[in-house]
C-alpha cells in the first residue's frame, strides 16, 4: 500500500512564525503535491512538484513555499504564518506513468491553526 | 480554464435511499476521471477512476460511476446507501494534454445518511 505521511496531524503557531509542514511517500512518485482543504472552498492547489528540486505554482502560492529536496520528501514552508491561513493542510503523491497521470494518494492531514 | 462542478453541495438522505451525485468537467480533451471520499476524520481515498475502456466503472463498497463523454459527466451512483456512506465526495479530473499533472477538483458534496 502507498503510504503518504505528513509530520504532524495538528499544529498550533502564533503569527510570523516560520512553519515547516513535511511530506514523505513510501512509493516513488515523481509526483507531490501540497493543497488546503476549507470548508465550502474544496481542495485548493497551493504547490506540486513533479522532479527533485522541481516546482511550480498552483492556484494559491502566496505566502507559501516548497522544497523538494529528496524524491520521497516534499516539504510546505509558511515563511511567516497568517491568522489567514489556519486551514487543513494536505500532501498527495501520484505516479506518473507513460505520460498518464494515476490516481494520487494523501496523507492524513494537518490541521494548522494560527493564533 | 478546467473545472470540474459538482451540482449539490449538501445531500441528506436516509438510508436505502438511491444515490447520484453530479459532476461534469469543461475540457475538451482525453481526461483521466475519479471519484475521492472523505470520511469524517479520514484522509481522503479514492473510490473509483476512469482511464479508459467501459464508461461504467465500478469501484469500492457498491458505489459506479459512468463516463459519458458526449455530456462531460462523471456521475456517482449507489443503488442503496448506508448509514456508513456519509462522508464528502469529490471528483476530479486530469486532462491529458502535454506534461499536465494537476488534478482539477470540484468544490465536495457532502452527503449524510440519515439511520
Known amino acids: 500500500d502507498v503510504k503518504v505521511t505528513q509530520s504532524s496531524r495538528y499544529l498550533v503557531k502564533r503569527t510570523g512564525e516560520k512553519v515547516f509542514l513535511e511530506c514523505v511517500q513510501d512509493?516513488?512518485?515523481?509526483?507531490m503535491f501540497w493543497y488546503r482543504q476549507d470548508p465550502g472552498l474544496g481542495l485548493r492547489l497551493i504547490y506540486f512538484?513533479?522532479?527533485?528540486?522541481?516546482?511550480e505554482k498552483g492556484d494559491i502560492p502566496e505566502g507559501y513555499s516548497v522544497s523538494r529536496e529528496k524524491k520521497e520528501r516534499f516539504s510546505l514552508i509558511l515563511e511567516s504564518a497568517s491568522t489567514n491561513q489556519t486551514s487543513m493542510y494536505l500532501c498527495a503523491s501520484s505516479l506518473w506513468e507513460t505520460g498518464l497521470n494515476t490516481e494520487a494518494f494523501f496523507g492524513q492531514g494537518t490541521r494548522l491553526t494560527v493564533v | 480554464a478546467q473545472s470540474v462542478s459538482q451540482h449539490n453541495h449538501h445531500v441528506i438522505l436516509s438510508e436505502a435511499a438511491s444515490l447520484e451525485l453530479g459532476c461534469n468537467y469543461s475540457y475538451g480533451g482525453t481526461v483521466n476521471l475519479f471519484w475521492y471520499v472523505q470520511y469524517p476524520g479520514q484522509h481522503l481515498q479514492l473510490l473509483l477512476k476512469y482511464f479508459s475502456g467501459d464508461p461504467l466503472v465500478k469501484g469500492i463498497k457498491g458505489f459506479e460511476a459512468e463516463f459519458i463523454k458526449s455530456k462531460f459527466s462523471f456521475n456517482l451512483r449507489k443503488p442503496s446507501v448506508q448509514w456508513s456512506d456519509t462522508a464528502e465526495y469529490f471528483c476530479?479530473?486530469?486532462?491529458?494534454?502535454?506534461?499536465?499533472?494537476?488534478?482539477?477538483w470540484g468544490l465536495g458534496t457532502s452527503l449524510a445518511v440519515n439511520p
Open positions: 476530479a479530473v486530469t486532462c491529458n494534454a502535454g506534461n499536465n499533472r494537476k488534478l482539477i
Open positions: 512538484s513533479y522532479d527533485v528540486k522541481m516546482k
Open positions: 512509493m516513488d512518485h515523481e509526483n
